[in-house]
């Protein structure tokens, strides 16, 4: 059998020459730089390894499942993972670690002490990690939540008069009237014998129908009759999560031969095509008439996102281009209607827990509506119920609907106890266990709105309450959701009393948001009317 080099020189029909020789000498001088510089790379990335492991062993370690696995496999979306995590904040109070098999370790942080040196980085300095949000680039592409780096800054900055009090208080009309569309459909229902409904379902699809209003000025009128957008929409989150629970599916190549990722490209040209013929018609109007008359033509209007992301302009008078719009509205839709639904659903299930706090938020509205014509929630009522407001946040504390965020520092990170998190390592930011964790809030696992009054609120810690995330990345339409949670909670109480069906166990399922086991239904009973 031939060596190597001569069957490699054979197949290039070298002769027996002294130029043979050079080229055998050549080859093998070629092929021994090669093998050493893999040597090399492989030594060092072996070096950096041990060296992070080395400087990682300050952050207590609970017992792997195995040397190969580590804790692979033992944090699970289930009721049981959710308690496994109450285990772990009770037993290590403020950080531990965590590995993903034997390579890739998670440095998870669960009080308001570890996780403030992190959050309240520059976003620069502590960007998002793409592990977990990868998977909805192909759908979101480079909008706030997943851009990084000066993009993210211009954007953040041209967005931000978009979540302005002038500009939301209109949207308002806008929530009060989905709001009714739901209920009016509830109404039917109940009266057809549907007297328990998935909350979860219910609203989302309201939350959508208000989001498609406020984006797009859109009426698809989802709420009554199938919307290929909106069906899109659902259909993309339910698969995003469903590929992040398989790993072989986790490499693009594989994903997009399977049956899911054929769906998932369908779902986003249904998705993208819609945004992109809003924002091409709105440029070629605003084209068309210029900036001075199309404002005019806006007068009595209601200003949607699409109009505050056409006329942003940046420091140097720069627009965003239509890419970048329909990025930010694409992900404005995808962020504002499953995290407010998931708010909402749960508020609704605590109350029925505990029908006295429900009784005496019914009460409060009643008083807010008592001299009103028309039952319609304002912009100046929301400041008017501070109960109803504690209800809310503790429903997000108790059960937040996003559970954890994860960043990925490129600096080191000094913790206040002197330890040091490396940098290149992936933090997760678990906001459910800061939120549960004994040693913050006592008695963790009770809903008591008490806690939120603004004498208990004194002493709390800035970053004890995070249901928005903190610092330079937190959510920047947080505003918008919690105005649309108030007017929701206050005219769904003032119209039905809610309960627990408990023929339905509630199992918590923690997915892009924090969902329930085969749904939360709750019984519905219409109330009267008022006058």
Known sequence: MLPLTDWVLELLSVERTPFRAYAISALLLGLLVLLFRT???LGSSW??????CQRLRCFPEPPRRNW????????????????????????YSHSCLWWFGPWYPIVRLFHPETVKPVLLQPAAVAPKDQLFYGFLKPWLGDGLLLSNGPKWGRHRRMLTPAFHFHILKPYMKIFNQSTDIMHAKWRRLVVLGSTTLDMLEQISLMTLDSLQKCVFSYNSNCQEKPSDYIAAILELSSLVVRRQHRLLLHCDLLYYLTPDGWRFWRACDTVHRFTADVVQQRRQALSRLGREAWLVSKQGKTVDFIDVLLLAKDE?????SDED?????????????DTTASGLSWVLYNLARHPEYQERCREEIKDLMRDKESEEIEWEDLSQMPFSTMCIKESLRLHPPVTAVSRRCTEDISMPDGRVLPKGNTCLISIYGTHHNPAVWPEPEV?????????????????????????????IGQNFAMAEMKVVLALTLLRFAVRLDENRPVRRKPELILRSE???????EPLGSRR
């Open 325 to 337: 719009i329909a990025a930010e509205a694409d992900t404005f839709m995808f962020e504002g209607h």
């Open 447 to 475: 809903y008591d709105p008490h806690r939120f009054d603004p004498e208990s609120s004194k002493n709390q810690h800035p970053l004890a309450f995070m249901p928005f995330s903190a610092g330079p990345r937190n959510c």
């Open 39 to 41: 040597l090399l790379q």
């Open 518 to 524: 085969n749904g939360l239904w709750l019984q519905l």
């Open 68 to 91: 190969l696995l580590g804790h692979l496999g033992m944090a699970q979306n289930t009721e049981e993972g959710m308690q496994r995590v109450d285990e772990l904040v009770g037993c």
């Open 47 to 52: 070096r950096r390894y041990y060296e992070n």
């Open 316 to 320: 140097d008078g720069q627009d965003l």
